[in-house]
């Protein structure tokens, strides 16, 4: 079961596996999805970098740069076109931006979480 949970491709976390999860199967733990998880991760099958998706070689340029969940655990992946479109609006509609375009956005190390 927590395997066909992460095929489907929508979780970026462990706590959105267990969440899915345990809908199917209120008796599943944390401690049985971090488990699943490490060993497909030990595995090489899934990594926590391409966030819980299976392993795949080929780098897809469209590929998600920037993972979104809300509180209401809604998840959205933003492709890296996705993400400037929503920072720009985002940037004009609160009087940052004009006619301007993001050239170059950079994160300081203790503000990502």
Partial sequence: MLLDIILEGDCSCCKEIYYKAVKKDSEIGTA??????????????????????????????ES???TVELNDDTV???SRDKWNQVLEEGLRSCGYLSDQTVKNIQIAESERK
Avoid: A, Q
């Avoid at 971090?34 to 060993?39: C, G």
């Avoid at 970098?49 to 795949?56: G, T």
């Fill in 76 to 78: 959205f992946r933003l």
């Fill in 64 to 66: 998600s740069v920037c």
């Fill in 32 to 61: 049985t999805v971090y488990r699943m998880v490490n060993t497909l991760e030990e595995m090489g099958v899934i990594s926590r970098k391409n966030m819980y998706r299976v392993s795949d070689s080929r780098e897809d340029e």
